[in-house]
């Protein structure tokens, strides 16, 4: 095909922060476009630059914003300035981590480590924290870590020290995981936060401490957990999964699943805070507490399996409650939530209330079911 120009997306701001949607990811029908001088892809979802690998024509591209992976941004782009000289390039630069980088002396051993580490990659760093420590604000839009399965020293208790930046694997929550392996003998979480953060695709496990044992949220933490496992983390109080002093600040949580942590799932500590859930939200065998209200928008799909909840929904999410579990509401919390879908078991407990609900209860389901003052609409 003859084309000379292409500009997709840089759609709006609040598009592109509210809601990944209609963007392009897939490129591979641009791999013959030869007469190809300017690119236009920013704020898309592309993250494999393969198919730009044989063009010889470019003069600008414009790939800002896009989630690119490790191999794009030290394979593809390398190659793409060498084809095209003098070719106007705009992406996001990140630092590489990798447990077991090519030229690691000692794989999946943070504390011996290439001598020429420096997160590029070739040279990626063995451990998150060095990858964090060496993120120079205002250049670095963030860190990629590669799959993995990440421990010991650097990579937990992991902050951010106060800088804004994005720490995302580099596929997904299945294939990168954090085990804190924390313990009573020796405390340590996935991650310790305070102030900004932003977290995108890890499986955070084997978590142990006072507060919280996958992710500690301190006194005034603000920011994002996206498209994460948070399994099987464990605390000594309350707020196994995650813990959240809230502060004035507030926090989202998007695309996560939290199962199986001890005794509870999510904790924050802040009655009458206001959080928020997105996008695809899955909690399993976990309770929910602290009296918080979750916010959701309409493309929320809250599904809880088994759980206790002690806090408010509101929002015009959907809050699912699959066939054959049972769900507690209790503690005169309100549940004011654009839809309700019961396949199982729905209990308001205490004054729990739900009000302005549209309630969808299947034919095979055991329904609703009020104890002690709990009611609904
Ligand atoms: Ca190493
Ligand atoms: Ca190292």
Redesign the pocket.
């Known amino acids: 095909m003859n084309l000379r120009e292409l500009y997709l997306g840089n759609d709006s701001y609040w598009w592109s922060s509210r809601r990944q949607r209609n963007k392009v990811s897939d490129i591979s029908a641009l791999a013959g476009m030869v007469n190809l001088n300017r690119l236009q892809l920013g704020t898309n979802l592309v993250r494999d630059l393969s198919p730009l690998k044989d063009l010889r024509g470019l003069g600008y591209l414009d790939l800002g914003g896009c989630p690119l992976k490790a191999e794009s941004l030290g394979v593809y782009i390398p190659r793409i300035v060498s084809n095209n000289p003098g070719v106007q390039l705009e992406y996001d630069r990140m630092i590489l981590v990798d447990?077991?980088?090519p030229n690691?002396?000692?794989?999946?051993?943070?504390?011996?480590?290439?001598p020429q580490e420096d997160g590029s990659w070739e040279h990626p760093y063995?451990?998150i924290r060095e990858g964090i420590d060496a993120v120079v604000q205002g250049y670095h839009v963030g860190v990629i870590v590669m799959d993995g399965v990440y421990r010991g020293p650097g990579n937990r208790d992991i902050g951010f020290g106060g800088k804004n930046f994005v720490l995302r694997s580099d596929n997904s929550p299945n294939s990168c995981v954090i085990d804190a392996q924390g313990s009573e003998a020796e405390p340590h979480r996935g991650f310790r936060l305070s102030g900004v953060f932003a977290i995108d695709g890890f499986t955070i496990t084997g978590g142990y401490g006072e507060y919280a044992g996958g992710v500690y949220c301190g006194g005034g933490a603000a920011g994002t957990i996206s498209n994460c496992i948070i399994v099987g983390n464990r605390p000594e109080k309350t707020g196994g999964g995650i813990f959240d002093i809230t502060g004035d600040a507030s926090s989202g949580f998007s695309d996560i699943v939290v199962m199986y942590n001890e005794p509870d799932g999510i904790s924050v500590d802040a009655r009458g805070h206001v959080e928020y859930f997105s996008g695809r939200i899955r909690v399993a065998g976990n309770d929910i507490v602290g009296g918080v209200l979750f916010d959701t928008d309409s493309y929320t799909d809250l599904e809880l399996v088994d759980c206790n909840v002690v806090a408010s929904l509101s929002g015009g999410g959907r809050l699912i409650v699959p066939g054959g579990s049972r769900l507690v509401i209790g503690g005169a919390h309100e549940i004011n939530i654009g839809h309700i879908e019961c396949g199982g078991k729905l209990e308001l407990r205490d004054d729990a209330w739900i009000r302005g609900s549209s309630i969808e209860i299947a034919r095979d389901s055991f329904g609703i079911h009020l104890y002690d003052g709990g009611q609904y609409n």
């Open positions: 447990d077991d980088g690691d002396p000692g794989p999946d051993d943070p504390l011996v480590s290439d063995d451990s």
